[in-house]
Each structure stands twice: as structure tokens, then as C-alpha cells.
């Protein structure tokens, strides 16, 4: 059985967006990609709130993506696949995230990975693009209007990324929408979609 790494932010973790708690494992879409794929993949969820791929997070190491992914990944002695979930959090307005430090950050994310696991494949995935609903719930702390500008850049620079990489490209933004409540976060039935999405690409790509 193949052994899939997900690695991300709040979205991957599960965030619900109305009341800030944690889906259940049948409505996050790591927990339901593993009820589609149990006959043929271990999913392995590494999923934190507020954690940023490429800054240094002010909150630790667990928040701190480039830092506690080696971390992550010398607790395995073996991945098949790695879905590198993450980015949003570096939209935050006080990191200043430009596109080419995004672009870097997700290069030695590859990297990383690529050090640990040399034959691991791998699947960098577009968070969807950040909504103005944001400005009005509690995320407007974090995010402001270059934020939802910013967000809108990533897929473009994430593909740029994979295909010098030999790595699978994934943009969410043509699978699933954020939620009204925060315009960060995600429903169950966009969970759902996004499951759906990573379990068709697994089993026809990676079987």
C-alpha cells in the first residue's frame, strides 16, 4: 500500500470556517480521500492551522512550513507521494510575500522533499484565491486587500514550479470555492470536491 503525505495549512488540517473547530475525518478531505482510497493508499495528514510554507512563523515550528517539513518527514522511512498543500499564510500582510520569494519557498519545499525522498512523487497544490468575505470576518487581522490580490498569483507561479520539477500540478481554484463566512476556509462539500480531485489524480497517475 502506498503511503501519501499531505502536508498543508488550517485547509488540509480541516478548519471549519463558522466556528473554528476541527471537521471530523469523514468531512475533512484528507479523512474522506482515505475512505475513497483505503483498498490501495495510506493517507497521512499533516495539516496545521495558521502554518505558512515559506516565512517564519512567529507562532513556532509547526507553523513554520520550510522548517518542520524535514522534521515531518524523518519521522517515515518511506513516501510514495507527497501533496505539498500550502502558501495562503504567507499572504498575511505582515510577511510581505512577493512572488519571488513564494516562488523560491515552494522550490525548496520541492526540494526538501526531493532530499529526504528522492523518488517520491509529487503534487503541489494552488490554494483557491482569497475572497473580499475575509475583510469582515476575524482573518482581517492577517489579511487585507493585497492579500486577495496576491492570492491571485499563486497558481500560476505553483505551476511554473511543477513543471520544473517533474511534479503534478493542482489549482484548486477550478475544484473547489471558499467559504462565504471567512472567504479562506472550506465547506464539507468543497472537502468533498477537493477529495474527490486527489483521489482521481492518485489512482491514475501514482497506482
Not at 51 to 57: E, I, K, Q, V
Not at 82 to 106: R, S
Not at 150 to 155: D, E, F, P, Q, T
Request: a neutral charge; hydrophobic letters at 40%.
Amino acid at each position: 500500500m502506498k503511503k501519501v503525505l499531505c502536508f498543508g495549512d488550517s485547509n488540509t488540517y480541516g478548519f471549519i470556517p463558522t466556528t473554528g473547530g476541527r471537521y471530523d475525518k469523514n468531512t475533512r478531505w484528507c479523512g474522506v480521500l482515505q475512505n475513497l482510497l483505503s483498498d490501495k493508499f495510506q493517507i497521512i495528514e499533516e495539516g496545521c492551522n495558521n502554518r505558512t510554507g515559506f516565512s517564519d512563523n512567529a507562532a513556532g515550528l509547526d507553523q513554520t512550513g520550510y522548517r518542520i517539513l524535514p522534521l515531518i518527514l524523518d519521522k517515515y522511512s518511506e513516501i510514495d507521494v507527497v501533496i505539498i498543500a500550502i502558501g495562503v499564510n504567507d499572504l498575511q500582510f505582515f510577511y510581505q510575500a512577493d512572488a519571488k520569494k513564494i516562488e523560491a519557498g515552494m522550490e525548496n519545499l520541492v526540494d526538501i522533499v526531493k532530499q529526504k525522498f528522492a523518488d517520491a512523487k509529487i503534487v503541489i497544490v494552488a490554494p483557491s484565491v482569497i475572497t473580499k468575505d475575509i475583510l469582515t470576518s476575524g482573518f482581517s487581522a492577517m489579511f487585507d486587500g493585497k492579500s486577495i490580490e496576491k492570492s491571485k498569483m499563486i497558481a500560476e507561479i505553483y505551476e511554473k514550479v511543477a513543471k520544473s520539477n517533474d511534479a503534478f500540478f493542482v489549482d484548486l481554484n477550478k475544484v473547489a470555492k471558499v467559504s462565504k463566512t471567512d472567504g479562506l476556509h472550506y465547506e464539507p462539500q468543497e472537502h468533498l470536491k477537493i477529495a474527490e480531485t486527489m483521489a482521481k489524480i492518485l489512482v491514475e497517475r501514482f497506482c
